[in-house]
């Protein structure tokens, strides 16, 4: 894009593969081992797996109608967020696993139970070949996963059982998240609930690049928005010229915008 940018007459680099190409993976590993033991390592898990965290909401989600997405960012600027990962690293966490424990554990400061499960977004391209990455497409997929604040005594207890967590769920991705929640919502007796967790959280830690610092050779970035629908929160953690930057795209006829602030309130707290 930039160098098309920079150069309208450049030539456009090519690939081999395709976006259809993954699609027709995904659709084979139905048919493989892997996805069987995955199938039935989900069969097992889901029989005392959670829905997702009850908050208190300013409306149900019935009365919403067109859902409106207010945007609130924090950030951690460079020499914290060091700071945080080094103590993160010295406990033998990544820093994507103490975000979503602390994001976690703030959600259940306001829920009705501590034990839930959320959303976690993944970038599958694990299985493709070597132009792959090159290849413009839609590659996220969707992970459900455990969080039980009450089985946890501190914040590291609870991170180091979410990362553990996430690493066996981790081998066992080849059942979507989507297939998850089916079988979830069937479980629920509800099939026509589309999540049984709108609550997400996606990490762009450890990927390369930030977007934002990618989009930076265009310009500042100034405003963005994320409008996911059948989401209450969408919570996502990367970073901007070193800094640490938390964004919540959350539905404001769910929340006050005074919630929301008292919520990435004591999350920045918490992280340092």
Known sequence: WWNAYKDPTAPI??????FSDHVEH???LRESPKYQAAEAYWEERLKNFPVGPELPLLASPAEFGIPQFERKQIRLQKETWLKVQEQANKR???ASALLMAVYGRLLAVWATQ????LVTTLFSRDHASEDMLSVIGDFTSLMLLEIDCAAASNMSELAKGVQSQLWRDLDHRALSGVEVLAKLAARENSPGRALESPFVFTSALGTGRSYLDAFGQFGKVVDAAVQTPQLLVDHQALEENGDLVLNWDYVS?????DQVASMTQVQLSWLT
Do not use: K, R, Y
Not at 114 to 117: A, L, N, T, V
Not at 253 to 257: H, I, K, V, W
């Open 114 to 117: 501590p034990h839930f499960c």
């Open 92 to 94: 033998g966490l990544t």
């Open 26 to 28: 995904l659709v084979a």
């Open 13 to 18: 680099p090519t690939t081999q593969s395709q």
């Open 253 to 257: 006829q769910a929340f006050s915008e």
